[in-house]
């Protein structure tokens, strides 16, 4: 059953990998203009909260903020789209004007970002009030320190809303580690306001055993991460970053390489593709 499940999750690891490395170069060879917010390194958080929830037929509000690609495409995003949005175009998800770091899409019921960090916790918060729809809001370890957040987390607390905030810590606002930040935790935070509160690391399976209270109740997942590539652009800030995505390829052998190889194939022919008819 696990192994099943950790396919399912390598699959989408392995698009929005491949997509991020196009995305690496096209930065690199100046084919995208603007500020570009890779996703390489986390990728496994919205691909196994995507695989899970699937799984038990939910559609929810999607809330996530600048570092949003994989969480795009986990969900079922449209690769063109996102690819035609990238390169400015009208025919992008956002029409051309979310850029990289304010991805919405319809379909998928999930909000563009305003580029504040944190805002998208009050709204999201809102959008489930009034709505009671199942939500999820993704947030930075650091956009979680905004005071606007913390007061989210206690109204939903206060009100029982089925909602999930999931904390992708990569320890980072753009250089400045969290210890130096601060001397707490989000989840003893969150858990001070009653709410179920987890620290747990980027392994798919630790993220599926939370997955009973999803939506039951509300909960904060602070999901230890990494994050391969500059806060913004295309650079590597240490090669020596542990990579979740080599290590779960490690688990399925050939049959990870099979994987990776054709969505290698799928996206890099997609990108190519979009890019000579630019
Ligand atoms: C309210 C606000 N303050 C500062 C910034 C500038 N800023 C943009 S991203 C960023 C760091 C974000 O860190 P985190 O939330 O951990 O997300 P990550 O980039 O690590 O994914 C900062 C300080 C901003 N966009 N909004
Ligand atoms: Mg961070």
Redesign the pocket.
């Known amino acids: 059953m696990s192994k099943e499940y950790l396919k399912e999750v390598l699959k989408k690891i392995s698009i929005c990998r491949n997509f991020e490395l196009n995305v690496f170069n096209a930065v690199k060879k100046n084919n995208i203009k603007f500020p570009v ?1 890779l996703s390489a390194g ?1 990728e496994s958080i919205s691909a196994s909260l995507a695989t899970i929830i699937k799984k038990k037929k939910i559609k929810p509000l999607i809330f996530a ?3 949003c690609h994989s969480t795009y495409l986990s969900f079922g995003g449209n690769i063109r789209k996102l690819i035609y949005e990238l390169l400015g175009s009208k025919k992008g998800c956002a029409y051309g004007m979310g850029g990289s770091a304010s991805i919405q899409s319809r379909e998928i019921n999930m909000f563009g970002h305003d ?5 998208q916790a009050p709204i999201a918060v809102g959008a489930c009030f009034q709505s009671k729809k199942p939500t999820i809001v993704f ?6 320190e ?1 005071d606007y957040v913390l007061a989210s987390l206690g109204w939903a607390s206060t009100k029982k809303l089925p909602i999930l905030f999931i904390v ?3 320890n ?3 250089l400045t580690e969290k210890k130096v930040r601060r001397n707490w935790d989000i989840h003893s935070v969150a858990k001070s306001f009653k709410m179920k509160a987890f620290n747990i690391s980027d392994n798919p399976l630790e993220i599926k055993k939370k997955s009973k209270y999803f939506f039951r109740e509300p909960i904060l997942l602070n999901i230890n991460t990494n ?1 391969l590539f500059w ?1 913004s652009g295309a650079g590597i800030d240490s090669d020596k970053t542990f990579d979740r995505y080599k290590s779960l390829r490690k688990i399925f052998g050939a049959q990870g390489n099979t994987i990776h190889n054709k969505a290698k194939e799928k996206i890099d022919i997609l990108w190519k593709k979009m890019l000579e008819r630019q």
């Open positions: 917010y986390q903020q600048h570092r580029g504040h960090m944190g805002t947030l930075g370890d650091a956009s979680a905004e992708e810590d990569n980072l606002s753009i994050r806060h």
